[in-house]
């Protein structure tokens, strides 16, 4: 079956700009979460959705924000971009939330902000 | 407190030899211990996992450890291979809510 699908995979913005990021979860999956990756941080959880709900926030501030649609398909985004943003978002998939099943992370969005 | 502290940051074994990789948690709400292996440029991929009523678990060549009391786990890799060369992040979850990660150890296996 396919993976989970992240688009686009590589992105490029200026300072102050806003970004859209989408995941795609395993077909049948419900829960999605997110992450940001940085060489510094490590994994840090942004959130998480499940049927469409908001089930658990991350310690960001509120200039990233998401959703979940219907299909389970889940969207992130990053208004007014700054230079620490930079890194690697990476969305999980799991049949229920995130533990109680396992999660499959798909490959990535590597955003810079230039 | 949520924090998973990961050691060492990073490892350098030859290949056939073990690797060991420490992980320490605070927080007792954990009941849910992964380890996961990230390649370049590839998202992390579940390993092996483990829950606390169980001192070990082991995998073909990867085993966890658990130590309820000390609240440590750690992940050993027997017969260290050069395609095992990769980043392992330990986490820890507490019920249904969100992994915690440490902070990533990159494995080298050298010939």
């Known amino acids: 079956k396919a993976g989970v699908t992240q688009t686009p995979r590589y992105l490029i913005k200026t300072r102050g700009q806003q970004v859209t990021l989408s995941c795609s979860p395993i077909s049948g999956h419900r829960s999605v979460s997110w992450y940001q990756q940085t060489p510094g941080q490590g994994l840090q959880f942004l959130f998480e959705y499940f049927s469409e709900t908001q089930r658990n926030k991350g310690n960001f501030p509120g200039r990233f924000s998401g959703r979940q649609f219907s299909n389970s398909r889940s969207e992130m985004n990053v208004s007014t971009l700054e230079l620490g943003d930079s890194a690697l978002y990476l969305c999980?998939?799991?049949?229920?939330?995130?533990?109680?099943?396992?999660?499959?992370f798909g490959q990535g969005t590597r955003l810079t902000v230039v | 407190q949520q924090q998973v502290k990961q050691s060492p940051q990073s490892l350098i074994v030859q290949k056939g030899g073990i690797s060991i990789i420490n992980c320490a948690y605070e927080n007792t709400a954990f009941d849910y211990f992964p380890w996961y292996q990230q390649f370049p440029g590839k998202g992390p991929a579940l390993l092996i996992a483990i829950r606390p009523d169980v001192s070990e678990k082991k995998e073909g060549r990867f085993t966890i450890s658990f130590n309820k009391s000390a609240k440590q786990f750690s992940l050993h890799i027997m017969d260290s291979q050069p395609g095992d060369s990769a980043t392992y992040f330990c986490a820890a979850a507490a019920g249904s809510y969100q992994l915690t990660f440490g902070k990533g150890t990159k494995l080298s296996v050298i010939p």
């Open positions: 999980a998939s799991s049949l229920r939330p995130v533990v109680n099943t396992e999660a499959f």
